[in-house]
């Protein structure tokens, strides 16, 4: 990148932080779906409780009934909920951000495409200023050929020649 400028560097840093969120964007959903197969687990949720595990381990003898599952999950289940809120919250603060690269990069393309209208433009003048050059070197061209031609004997002839060649050149 050693020539490159400094919109060039500037793609370059969007397309970096549109890769690490889509990274990170990734990994928090893997979280999520992590998170909620373990909540949807009643016995894990249970197992998760370690202080009650080793207070009352009689409790947790298999297989363990439906009530005790419910009763004993009710703390870590707390516990992972709010894990889960806060990874919902990334996910919904990584849509924003993903949002804001996606209108920054539609703001690059507008000015490149303004850049490239210019740019077209002033190659459109410098055709249209390169044919009107053209032109006045080519009457001059013709009249400097070696033939003869009846205008070489009149003496008004020579200014109504450029009269006449800079009106087409300014007229184009």
Not at 1 to 18: I, S, V
Not at 29 to 44: H, S
Request: net charge negative; aromatic share 4%; charged share 20%.
């Amino acid at each position: 990148l050693g020539g490159a400028g400094p919109g060039e560097h500037a793609q370059e840093r969007l397309r970096l932080h549109k890769d690490e969120v889509k990274l990170m964007e990734g990994r928090v959903q893997g979280f999520v779906r992590a998170m909620n197969e373990v909540l949807d687990d009643d016995e894990d949720m249970t197992l998760m409780n370690l202080s009650r595990l080793l207070t009352h381990p009689e409790r947790f003898i298999q297989p363990v009934s439906q009530e005790i599952l419910h009763e004993e999950s009710d703390e870590p289940e707390l516990i992972l909920e709010a894990y889960l809120q806060q990874a919902l919250s990334i996910v919904n603060e990584l849509d924003i951000l993903k949002g804001q690269i996606m209108t920054t990069e539609e703001q690059i393309n507008m000015t490149l495409d303004a850049i490239r209208n210019r740019l077209l433009y002033i190659n459109t003048l410098l055709s249209v200023a390169s044919l009107c050059v053209a032109m006045g070197s080519f009457i001059g061209s013709l009249f400097g050929m070696n033939l003869t031609n009846p205008l070489e004997d009149d003496g008004g002839a020579f200014m109504t020649v450029i009269l006449w060649t800079v009106v087409s050149m300014v007229g184009l």
